[in-house]
């Protein structure tokens, strides 16, 4: 794990990217064991076709990105050994600007299979991926300790700093050693559902964009909601607060991604679910519509069903060197 934090620091960063990883996924289906700490699942009494449906829920997410200019890599799973949560490839790989890719500790071991190395290989054949280091975390899981990518990561790439909410899937001694390796300033914090129960990954209720910054306040532990709404708006960026009610929506759950216009140029597009955006108030809709250039809500109510996440877990960010 070489390379030094501070040199990293001096290169010029962006916060969107305009390039994704995505796994079409091969056995897509509720899983229990993921299930223990990701309240937003809800298993049916009968799933015989959930693969197929998820499948096309997947299809409809790459044909749109596609459309909006994005550079989408899709890989197949595999079939055997079965993954159900494949689908969600940001939890255990991020592609970096500077060439690093880092590898996360998973904490359900079935999520653990979905780490192969001829993903990463693909990445680099068919985005043009120049990787120049790895940082392997998964030791970790050895310990008990995790930490599932960017879903319990929120990355403040012009800011340097990373956002995270602690929960049995986001530990703290990991979260600083990858902010060591990685040249971030680390932000921790509490979030709850109604239950009491920790929040289970910190994209579920967070996003940040280039001129934007969602967040799921009234999750967030009492004693930490003031200095994180500080150092939001001390960010630059306009923050929208939403409620626990948008959060159970998956509006927390969304992801903005750069592209190209041939009127607008360099431009941007907020890509969302359906249900996120029937979830949000209009007002709130309005003012991330004016935040970015464009916005993409897709369906996806399988996946978000069974699994737990929505699009944005279902895209795992590529930074291309400029």
């Not at 030791?139 to 340097?160: K, M, P, Q, V, Y």
């Not at 979260?175 to 990685?182: D, F, K, N, Q, T």
């Not at 001129?211 to 909601?225: H, L, N, S």
């Amino acid at each position: 794990m070489g390379g030094a934090p501070a040199a990293r620091l001096k290169a010029p960063q962006q916060q969107c990217s305009g390039a994704v990883l995505m796994i079409r996924p091969a056995c897509f289906n509720y899983n229990p064991e993921t299930a223990l700490t990701n309240k937003m699942q809800r298993p049916a009494d009968i799933e015989t076709d959930a693969a197929v449906r998820a499948r096309a829920e997947f299809d409809g997410l790459v044909h749109g990105l596609e459309s909006e200019g994005i550079d989408v890599c899709v890989v197949a799973d595999t079939p055997e050994p079965a993954k159900p949560d494949a689908v969600f490839p940001n939890n255990w790989v991020s592609f970096h600007k500077d060439g690093t890719v880092v590898l996360y500790p998973m904490q359900a071991e079935t999520r653990r299979r979905e780490r192969r190395r001829e993903v990463v290989d693909e990445v680099i054949s068919k985005l043009g991926f120049k990787m120049s280091r790895l940082v392997d975390l998964t030791r970790h899981e050895a310990e008990g300790r995790f930490l599932e990518g960017t879903g319990s990561l929120i990355l403040d790439h012009l800011n340097r700093v990373v956002y995270a909410s602690l929960s049995p899937r986001t530990h703290p001694a990991v979260i600083e050693e990858w902010a060591r390796e990685m040249g971030y300033e680390p932000f921790l914090f509490g979030a709850f559902d109604r239950g009491g129960v920790p929040i289970y990954h910190t994209n579920v209720l967070m996003s940040v964009g280039a001129r934007m910054a969602v967040i799921g306040t009234e999750a967030v532990a009492p004693a930490d909601r003031g200095r994180l709404l500080e150092r939001l708006r001390a960010g630059g960026r306009e923050v929208i607060e939403i409620s626990q009610d948008e959060i159970a929506r998956f509006a927390g759950n969304m992801l903005e991604l750069a592209t190209w216009d041939e009127a607008l140029g360099d431009s941007r597009v907020l890509v969302m679910s359906e249900a996120a955006r029937q979830g949000l108030h209009p007002d709130k809709f309005a003012r991330l519509s004016g935040c970015t250039d464009a916005v993409l809500a897709v369906p996806v109510p399988t996946i978000e069903r069974l699994g737990g996440g929505s699009v944005r877990c279902m895209i795992a960010e590529v930074f291309l060197p400029a």
